[in-house]
C-alpha cells in the first residue's frame, strides 16, 4: 500500500507525559507502537445541522482499509487532529453532534451533525477552523474512538 502513511500510538496521557508504572527503575514510558493509516483526499464542507468530511482514496485497497477501519469503530466519537511536522496544532473533539459514517465507491463520509442550535454552531466552527488549517499546509487525522481511520487533507 503506497498511500498510507506511520502513525506512532505513543502512550501519552492527556497532560502530554508518558504513561508508566510510578516509582524505581520500573517507571518506564509505554513502547511507541505503529500503525499504518491510509492517506485520502478531505473534503470538508458545512451541511445543515453541523459539517460532512468525505474522504477518498483513488487507491483500491486504502479505500477498502479506511472502510473496514471505519465500520469497525463506527459508533464512538469522531475526532479531527490537525498536525504540521508531526506536531498537533489542533484537536475537534466532535462530542457536541452525532456522528455517522457512510460508505462511499472510492472512500467514506463521516457526517456530524446536532438538532442544537449551539453544538451545530461549534460543529461548523471546527469545519471552518479545520478547513483553513489545511488549506495553510496542516494534515488531518480523522479518528474514531481514538483509533486514526484516515490521514490526509
Known sequence: MTT??????TGMGMSGMPQGT???AAAMPNAPQMMMVPRCTIKMEKCKGGMKMICTSEDKM???MMQNL?????GGMCSCCMMMNGMMMCCCNM?????KCEMTEDGVCITCTSGDEACCKM???CCDCMTAMCDAG???CICMNGMPVCCGC
Open 22 to 24: 510510578m516509582g524505581g
Open 95 to 99: 462530542m457536541m453532534g452525532m456522528c
Open 4 to 9: 498510507a502513511m506511520m502513525m506512532e500510538r
Open 123 to 125: 460543529i461548523q466552527a
Open 138 to 140: 496542516c494534515v488531518c
Open 62 to 64: 486504502s479505500a477498502t
Open 70 to 74: 471505519c465500520t469497525m469503530m463506527a
